[in-house]
């Protein structure tokens, strides 16, 4: 079998070229291409790397590494979930690869966890390469459906507790869900009290003006919103935020309203604690400004 190449793996090392960070890129040192096809709706890449484990990219940007993805996954799903005070019935737009899945499913008050993603190769995929990240499909309280998160959202009036955005950026099958729309359906679609998430546009060094247009959007739909972001090394400019809005306009998004022992914290999460949750809306001075 003849061994898989992809345009963006020169002289053995996977390089994320895009204008959405003009000027710079990651470049991952790659042991062995495991994978590649064009899926119905994005090229797929997924590679061993020699430092960062299994790696997928999609459309020429990475999603994911085994080294680093909890920084992300544990930090859009408990944002969310520990502002809630009893999240029972629980949606994920996005988030294929399951990595979501098994944060909320830590969760014990969940009932119901189900993830809508529109690209099948994603999950399939995500369950041959990534164990680690596909396990949140082998628990009993998870569904999928493979679909168009806006069509399933149109269907949904007050129903779920939480939702999860968990997309690709901007610049490609997931551009409607960072426009004002999408997010009046997550508002319909959430209970009394419901809180979102959502990638929020990268990061502080690199889309300050999409960040701030888009906490503009959510503002005139959702009463209370804030920023957060978390710190991830394979992320252009190694960092990532959220957008976390809720239904409520008195909760302070930036204290949970429940939170795990020391021992537990330790137990179920490598990012994510309490005091993490507090501090990752805390902003450098220019984006304080910049999204006040």
């Known amino acids: 079998m003849s061994e898989i190449t992809h345009p963006t793996i020169k002289d053995g090392w996977f390089r994320e070229i895009n204008e959405m960070w003009p000027g710079q890129a990651m470049t991952l040192k790659v042991k062995k291409v495991l994978h590649h096809e064009k899926s119905k709706y994005q090229d797929v890449l997924i590679f ?9 990219v999609l459309d020429n940007v990475i999603q994911c590494t085994e080294r680093d ?3 992300y996954q544990e930090m859009i799903t408990h944002l969310a979930m520990n502002s809630h005070p009893s999240p029972k019935k629980v949606l994920v737009i996005g988030g294929g690869d399951g990595g979501v899945l098994r944060e909320v499913v830590k969760h014990p008050s969940v009932e119901t966890a189900i993830l809508c993603d529109i690209d099948e190769a994603v999950i399939r995929l995500s369950k041959q ?3 680690g990240m596909s396990v949140g499909y082998q628990h009993p309280k998870v569904q999928t459906h493979v679909g168009d998160g806006f069509q399933f959202l149109r269907d ?5 507790d939480v939702i999860i955005t968990d997309s690709s950026d901007p610049d490609g099958p997931a551009e409607t869900l960072f426009q004002k729309p999408y997010f009046e359906l997550l508002h319909g679609a959430l209970r009394e009290g419901g809180v979102i998430t959502t990638q929020g546009s990268e990061n502080q060094w690199l889309h300050l003006q999409l960040i701030s247009d888009l906490k503009k959007a959510c503002l005139e739909v959702f009463p209370n919103v804030e920023y957060a972001y978390t710190t991830i090394p394979t992320y252009p400019s190694g960092q ?8 409520d306009k008195d909760r302070k998004l930036n204290v949970p309203l429940r939170s795990w022992s020391v021992e537990e914290e330790e137990k179920l999460c490598k990012y994510y604690n309490k005091d993490i949750h507090s501090a990752a809306f805390v902003l450098p001075s220019f984006a304080r400004k910049m999204l006040r």
């Open 129 to 131: 390469y990534l164990p």
């Open 240 to 247: 990532i935020g959220f957008m976390v809005c809720c239904k």
């Open 69 to 71: 993805e909890f920084a």
């Open 48 to 56: 061993e790397s020699t430092n960062h484990g299994t790696v997928l």
């Open 156 to 160: 949904r009036k007050n129903e779920f």
